[in-house]
C-alpha cells in the first residue's frame, strides 16, 4: 500500500515531552484515528513510532475489518493525513475527552458515622483516587464482615498488596466453586474496576434482601480483585493517563513496564505478544516473570485445587467483547466450547436489555486478535475452569480507554443484568 512507503519516508519527530506543572503528561490537540490496515499490519506497527503515535487497540479484522486505534500528536497530524489510506476520526481531541472523565471525586459512605456501612452509590458516579478504591474495599468488607473477607494475591513490582474481597454464603467460607473476578491488569482501563466493584457491591447489598442474589452467594465463593496493576494504575492517576503495562524495570532497557496479561506461562512465546521491552504487549523475558502475575495466578491455582473454579473473567475495555477462550490460536477449541459459545451469546443478549448496547460474543483469536500468554487460556487449560473469559467493557472507541463518569453506572448496570443471568444459567 502506498501509505506505508509514505510513512517510511517520515523521518522521527522530536516532539518534547508535553507536561502540566504537575509532571502529568497532556494529551491536548491528539487526535485518534481509526486505521484501515489491510494485509499490511507488521509493517504498520513497525511505523507508528515514526509518527509519535500511540497504538491504542487493534482489531486483526475477523469481525470489522483489519484496523487500529492510534492517537496521533498534533505535530505529527501534517504527515499522518498526507499519507494514502483509510481512515476514520474516532475522537478531535484527546485531552478534552480524559476531561470528560472529571476529577477525582472524594470518597464517601452511605452513613458516614458507621464504620460498618456500605460505601454511598454515588462511587460510581466518578472515579477515585487509588486509596479511595482500598478504602472501598475495607468499607464493603465491614458491611458484610460475617461472609466477607479482605484478601491479598502476592505483591506488585513497586511493593504494593494486590488487594482483592472473598465473599461466601451460607455453606460457610471456602465451600463451594470459585468465581474469580479481576479487573484493571491494564492500567489505562479504568472502567473495568468500577465494573468489578459495582459486581461486589450489588452481591453484598442484596444479600439479605433478595433471595435470588442470595443465592449465587450460597452457591459460589467470590475472590474478586478490583485492581491488579495498582502500581500501573497509580501511575494513569499521577503521570500518564494511557499507561497500559506495569512499572517494572529490567536491566539492559531503559523500557519501563510488561503486558501482564501477556505473561501468563501457557502457550507463551506464541503470536499475540510481542518481544520488544518498549512495546505495548511487551510478554516478558520469561513467562510468569511478572510479581503481578505470580500473584493472580498463584491465587487461581489455589482456588483451582481447592474447590475448582466453575467462572473465571478477566475485566477490560474496550470494544464490548465476550470472549471465550482460545487467545493462542484461532483453531484450537474447549471440550465444552459449543456451550460456552451459546452462553456467552445468551450473555450478550442479557446485556443488552437495559440500554441495548451490543457485545460480540465468540472464541477470542477468531473474534479480535491473538493473545499468547493470555489469562483465560492459562485458567481454562491449566486451572481447568468450567469457563475462562475475557470481557472488554465500553465502548467501541468513541471515547474508548477514557469513559467519561456518566456512563460507569450505566456501563456497571448492563453487565450486572448479564451476570444475573449469566449465574442463574450456567
Not at 487526535?31 to 507488521?42: L, P, Q
Not at 504527515?79 to 481512515?87: D, H, Y
Not at 457491591?201 to 449465587?216: M, P
Request: a negative charge.
Amino acid at each position: 500500500m502506498k501509505f506505508l512507503q509514505l510513512v517510511s519516508l517520515v523521518a522521527p519527530l522530536a516532539i518534547a515531552s508535553r507536561l502540566d506543572r504537575r509532571g502529568k503528561i497532556v494529551y491536548d490537540g491528539y487526535k485518534i484515528f481509526r486505521v484501515a490496515t489491510g494485509n499490511d499490519v507488521a509493517a504498520f506497527e513497525a511505523h507508528i513510532e515514526s509518527l509519535e503515535a500511540i497504538d491504542l487497540t487493534h482489531n486483526h479484522g475477523h469481525v470489522e475489518g483489519e484496523h487500529f486505534d492510534i492517537a496521533v500528536p498534533p505535530e505529527s497530524l501534517p504527515a499522518f493525513e498526507a499519507l494514502n489510506f483509510t481512515s476514520e476520526i474516532l475522537s478531535e481531541d484527546l485531552g478534552a475527552d480524559i476531561a470528560l472523565e472529571g476529577e477525582l471525586a472524594k470518597y464517601s459512605r452511605l452513613d458516614a458515622t458507621s464504620a460498618a456501612a456500605l460505601p454511598d452509590p454515588s462511587w460510581f458516579t466518578a472515579y477515585h483516587a487509588y486509596d479511595d478504591h482500598l478504602t472501598f474495599l475495607k468499607d464493603i468488607q465491614s458491611s458484610f464482615s460475617s461472609n466477607s473477607e479482605l484478601i491479598t494475591a502476592g505483591k506488585t513490582f513497586e511493593d504494593r498488596d494486590i488487594q482483592g474481597i472473598h465473599l461466601w454464603g451460607s455453606g460457610g467460607k471456602d465451600s463451594k466453586p470459585a468465581i474469580y473476578f479481576h479487573g484493571n491488569v491494564h492500567a489505562r482501563e479504568w472502567i473495568s474496576s468500577k465494573v468489578v466493584e459495582y459486581i461486589i457491591y450489588q452481591l453484598v447489598a442484596n444479600y439479605d434482601n433478595d433471595t435470588t442474589i442470595k443465592g449465587f452467594v450460597d452457591d459460589y465463593d467470590f475472590y474478586i480483585l478490583p485492581i491488579v496493576n495498582p502500581d500501573g494504575f497509580l501511575y494513569t492517576q499521577t503521570n500518564d493517563r494511557l499507561w497500559r503495562k506495569n512499572r517494572q524495570t529490567r536491566s539492559g532497557t531503559t523500557a519501563v513496564g510488561t503486558d501482564v496479561n501477556r505473561n501468563w506461562p501457557y502457550k507463551w512465546d506464541g503470536e499475540g505478544s510481542s518481544t520488544s521491552p518498549g512495546s505495548e504487549t511487551y510478554r516478558g523475558a520469561a513467562a510468569g516473570d511478572t510479581p503481578e502475575n505470580t500473584g493472580i495466578r498463584t491465587l487461581g491455582d489455589q482456588l483451582a485445587a481447592k474447590n475448582g473454579i466453575k467462572l473465571y473473567i478477566d475485566w477490560h475495555s474496550y470494544g464490548q467483547y465476550i470472549l471465550t477462550p482460545y487467545g493462542y490460536s484461532c483453531s484450537a477449541a474447549t471440550s465444552n466450547q459449543d456451550k460456552q459459545d451459546l452462553l456467552a451469546k445468551s450473555l450478550a443478549t442479557a446485556i443488552a436489555k437495559p440500554y441495548g448496547t451490543r457485545f460480540t460474543a465468540g472464541q477470542t483469536c477468531a473474534t479480535l486478535y491473538a493473545t499468547a500468554g493470555g489469562s483465560n487460556d492459562y485458567v481454562t487449560d491449566v486451572n481447568k475452569a468450567e469457563y475462562g473469559w475475557a470481557i472488554e467493557l465500553r465502548d467501541t472507541g468513541r471515547n474508548g480507554f477514557t469513559l467519561p463518569a456518566n456512563q460507569i453506572l450505566p456501563a456497571s448496570t448492563e453487565i450486572w443484568e448479564g451476570l444475573k443471568f449469566l449465574f442463574a444459567n450456567f
